[in-house]
């Protein structure tokens, strides 16, 4: 062999190397992102699925604070609007995907439930202008945010 096809054969190992290390690559990036979620969901599925939820938690932050505001001004109408807007944004918590906790699922849609069951009681009180019950309600919603970050956020 002369030196120049010995060169030659390096090289060439290695750019085939490279290209076969490139792909093996990117076909783990696809495998582990569907596969930490323990779905077949391709990777456009579960991006989509985390903009929803993020879009989800979001509003339901902006709705707490202005059902709070509602709440500390004794104005049940304002509570109401945000209540409803709250249940309705909370509607498909069980189905999350889950990054933290991924492995204790039950438990979270055990805390989701109970979540939904409070905002349901609490959408009834301020229909009822009931401002006492929603003043006692707040801090067990705020608990119930706090408990299920703490495990799942
Ligand atoms: C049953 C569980 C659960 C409850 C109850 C809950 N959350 Fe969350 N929240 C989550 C999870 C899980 C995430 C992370 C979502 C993600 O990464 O997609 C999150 C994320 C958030 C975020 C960050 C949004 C983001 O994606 O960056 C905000 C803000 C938030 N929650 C507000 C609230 C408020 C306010 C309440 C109560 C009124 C609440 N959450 C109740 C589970 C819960």
Known sequence: MTNRTAL?????????SLSIHGCAKDDHKAEGTAGEHGEAAGVDEHTKQMVEQ????????????????????????????????????????????????ADNREEFVKKATEFRSMIKDFNDYARNKDVKSLREMAPKIDAACNGCHQSFR
């Open 54 to 101: 993020h879009e989800a938690m979001m509003g339901i932050q902006e709705d707490w604070t202005k059902a709070r505001g509602g709440i500390e001004g004794g104005d049940a109408q304002a509570v109401l609007k945000s209540a409803e807007a709250m249940s309705e944004k909370s509607a498909a918590i069980e189905g999350f995907m889950l990054h933290k906790g």
């Open 8 to 16: 030659f054969a390096v090289l060439l190992t290695a750019v085939i």
